[in-house]
């Protein structure tokens, strides 16, 4: 099991720029995908961004992509994302997750720990 803690979220105008970061202690961090998701008020958890555990190989959502960037440094067992260009859409929780295997993956039922979700509020 791997325990996550995400820290960096808050409000910004539109246009701006956070970094969310996800600090992860237990299970071996580079030996999972990882990956970053959010809900929006009503909806379902989504998928915004994933990366293998070497980071070798990143994946994001259509909406996201140019603007947003994942990464991680398996050395200090954390995983960012860098988000540039904010929209007032890109409102909601993000929550970072760590994934049952090391492949790159997409889905929700992929992931298996979960952190407790920070806000991201973009104003227009």
């Known amino acids: 099991q791997v325990q996550l803690v995400e820290s960096g979220g808050g409000l910004v105008q539109a246009g701006g720029s956070l970094r969310l970061s996800c600090a992860a202690s237990?299970?071996?961090?580079?030996?999972?995908?990882m990956g970053w998701f959010r809900r929006h008020p009503g909806k379902e958890r989504e998928f915004v961004a994933g990366?293998?555990?070497?980071?070798?190989?990143?994946a994001y959502t259509d909406s996201v992509k140019g603007r947003f960037t994942i990464s991680r440094d398996n050395a200090k067992n954390t995983m960012y994302l860098q988000m540039n260009s904010l929209k007032p859409e890109d409102t909601a929780v993000y929550y970072c997750a760590a994934g049952k295997y090391v492949l790159l993956t997409e889905l929700v039922s992929d992931f298996g720990s979960w952190g407790q979700g920070t806000q991201v509020t973009v104003s227009s």
């Open positions: 237990g299970r071996a961090f580079s030996s999972v995908a």
């Open positions: 990366i293998s555990g070497s980071g070798g190989r990143k």
